[in-house]
């Protein structure tokens, strides 16, 4: 038996009873209805509810009823909880999850997982301390005393536990590693903090992780490995972020600096620092020393290339015929250390030079396979960051994620839950998400948000705009105009939502004279400050006008008078110059698709109901989503964005003058 809606309408009126002030919403009852038949029948379900349905308390009840009845028959069914954001992880582990195993009659464990590299190995701290002059400049050394310091109180041992952020060259000299770890004939085994968390996780029901967790899990088990347990129902919010994490955790990348890196920790001639120095490894040195030259060799030829033969974008649409003697003699190098290695009596100085030629040896692999374009049906590129010292990725992708999903997920795991407040578009219609994950049999529920939004919000358009694709300058002049109206007519704070970077700038330069006349604060992102603090000084103002690109269309939540007004200043179209998206277009072109109505639209709509959806976050908010781009109402489709957002008051204004 697998809880059924029954049991569900228990634990909502159980909750209720315990808490006076709990308010029991239809919506979530249906969703968690709807999760339990998904469970009890081993099916897939895509739901998708609106603001304020409070999704994690609808998929974690019947979760944690499941879990807790098969655990009364000695049948364990293990739950994992997907989520994008840290911010939801920290919701539900340090809130939501205690808060149900308080109220709720059964008994269940749960857990954060973390990757192995957040947790401190205490034999490689007594190490790097033991060797930290060979090792570490001054500032270094004293970092890793605090380190020992802090290693020696925390319970849990991670680097969320640690209070500050160490320097990665310090830390990636004493976190725990798969292939750095004696495993139970290491001394500190007994405290080692990763076998105890590990212990944990195995052990525990609800297992919490983020979206990369998942997929780089997903991953290694399609080599035959895994960081995960199995798993019988998986969970997924914030799952319309979904193919996008999943293509840059099953793609590649390789960067110059990765081998700059590697290098340094061997040997770093600058500063006299390394591995092979404290080991005296005068061999190794030299041949650290050659590959230094050779990999800075290759990669100008591969910057020369890009700038010469790629496309503008960077995209390198077949194998570059280019002299890769890098690979090989890190392979050699790799032999080196393995060999010195098999000199040494102290098993774990062994494996410090096993665990540097594994990595020297993987770093090869995945230069040989880039330039031989080894992963198949995916696309390739070049990206060059910096000005002065030039950072080049290689990267590569899979173009189409479906089949992978399709194979690796919806195929064998027995019912997976994908929920999020922005999933269908127009009315009712899943079918662009699922395509895109591969998602062929499942059941789709649209709820809806029990905020009333004809009461609590009102769309503008404004009238006679000129359209951002014929005239941009003269649209841009207008987006100004239209800024200094829209803010003007409203109290409170502003969100100012652009698609491009540029825009941004160009808008901010206007109106900063403006804004400093007001005496109102003007917030832009990509000047340095980091996204949290912008919005917490967006918070404590009340009055700001915040500018922000893509990352402030989704995962922001600022409830209450502080934001009142949102401005979308153009239809968020991904324009397909990025290598990825490119290639997505091209692939539903070469179907005898329509890249624009079956990928672009849909998107776009997808993208501006997030955008929407920063203004009402709670029953008593209430403001203004102005959308600027006359597309919405002078093109056929902008039927399909206008259907997809909440019924709600729209009114269409003048330019005043």
């Not at 947790?119 to 060979?134: M, N």
């Not at 000299?173 to 195995?202: M, Q």
């Not at 089949?403 to 019912?415: G, N, Q, Y």
């Not at 277009?585 to 849909?602: A, D, K, L, S």
Request: hydrophobic residues 40%; glycine residues 6%.
């Amino acid at each position: 038996m697998i809880p059924s809606t029954d049991d569900v309408f228990e634990a909502d009126g159980f909750i209720a009873r315990r808490l006076p002030q709990y308010e029991s919403r239809p919506e979530q009852v249906e969703m968690a209805s709807a999760v339990a038949e998904a469970i009890a029948t081993k099916s897939h379900l895509v739901v998708e509810a609106g603001t304020g349905v409070g999704k994690s308390f609808a998929y974690m009840v019947p979760c944690i009823l499941a879990a807790a009845e098969r655990q009364e028959k000695n049948d364990k069914t293990r739950i994992v909880i997907s989520t994008h954001t840290i911010s939801l992880q920290e919701q539900l582990i340090a809130r939501d999850i205690p808060f149900l195993n308080s109220i709720l009659p059964v008994e269940f464990s749960a857990v954060l997982v973390k990757g192995r590299g957040n947790y401190i190995s205490l034999r490689r701290l007594q190490q790097a301390r033991e060797k930290s002059r060979a090792l570490f400049e001054s500032e270094e050394q004293t970092q890793l005393q605090s380190v020992h310091n802090w290693s020696e109180s925390t319970y849990d041992g991670s680097l969320a536990d640690l209070g500050f952020t160490p320097i990665p060259q310090v830390w990636d000299e004493i976190r725990s590693e798969h292939g750095n770890c004696l495993g139970k004939k290491c001394p500190s085994h007994k405290d080692c903090f990763y076998y105890r968390a590990r212990r944990r996780v195995w052990n525990s029901d609800v297992l919490v992780v983020n979206h990369a967790m998942f997929f780089a899990d997903l991953a290694l088990r399609r080599e035959g490995a895994s960081v995960l347990p199995d798993y019988d129902v998986a969970v997924f919010d914030e799952a319309h972020t979904l193919e996008d994490v999943a293509a840059s955790h099953l793609g590649m990348t390789v960067s110059n600096g990765q081998f700059s890196y590697l290098f340094n920790k061997l040997y770093n001639d600058r500063t006299r620092k390394g591995l092979l120095i404290h080991h005296n490894v005068e061999k190794g040195q030299q041949m650290v020393a050659r590959l230094r030259f050779l990999v800075d060799d290759l990669f100008d030829q591969l910057s020369q290339w890009r700038e010469k033969s790629a496309a503008q974008n960077g995209r390198v649409r077949r194998p570059i015929e280019i002299d890769n003697r890098v690979s090989s003699e890190l392979h050699d190098l790799s032999l080196t250390l393995r060999t010195f290695a098999g000199e040494l009596k102290d098993e774990a100085q062994q494996l410090d030079f096993h665990s540097s030629a594994d990595r020297l040896d993987g770093l090869g692999v995945s230069l040989n396979s880039w330039l031989k374009q080894r992963q198949e049906d995916a696309v390739y590129w070049i990206e060059v960051t910096g000005q002065k010292l030039h950072n080049i990725k290689l990267m590569s992708s899979p173009i189409d994620v479906g089949a992978t999903l399709r194979d690796e997920l919806f195929s064998k795991v027995p019912s997976v839950i994908l929920t999020s407040a922005t999933l269908a578009v127009g009315r009712q219609d899943f079918s662009f998400y699922r395509n895109r994950i591969g998602l062929t049999k499942a059941r789709d529920l649209k709820l809806g948000s029990p905020f009333d939004y004809q009461k609590q919000a009102t769309i503008v358009l404004p009238d006679k705009m000129p359209d951002p694709g014929e005239t941009p300058a003269e649209y841009e002049n207008a987006v100004v105009e239209r800024i200094r109206q829209h803010v003007d007519d409203t109290t409170g704070g502003t969100f100012v939502l652009f698609t491009s970077y540029k825009m941004l700038q160009s808008c901010a330069r206007k109106l900063t004279p403006w804004f400093a006349q007001r005496n109102q604060m003007l917030l832009c992102q990509g000047t340095g400050m980091q996204r949290n603090v912008l919005l917490e000084n967006f918070r404590k103002d009340g009055q700001a006008v915040l500018f922000g690109t893509e990352s402030f269309w989704q995962g922001v939540d600022v409830p209450g008078d502080a934001l009142k007004n949102v401005i979308i200043t153009k239809l968020p179209f991904s324009v397909p110059d990025h290598p990825l998206l490119e290639a997505r277009v091209e692939r539903i072109r070469e179907n005898g698709g329509n890249p624009f109505t079956q990928y672009q639209v849909p998107e776009a709509a997808i993208k501006l109901r997030q955008g929407f959806g920063r203004l009402i976050r709670s029953a008593t908010d209430s403001g203004q989503v102005v959308i600027l781009d006359p597309r919405l109402r002078t093109k056929p489709y902008g039927r399909i964005f206008l259907e997809s957002l909440p019924e709600c008051r729209r009114v269409v204004a003048p330019l005043k003058g």
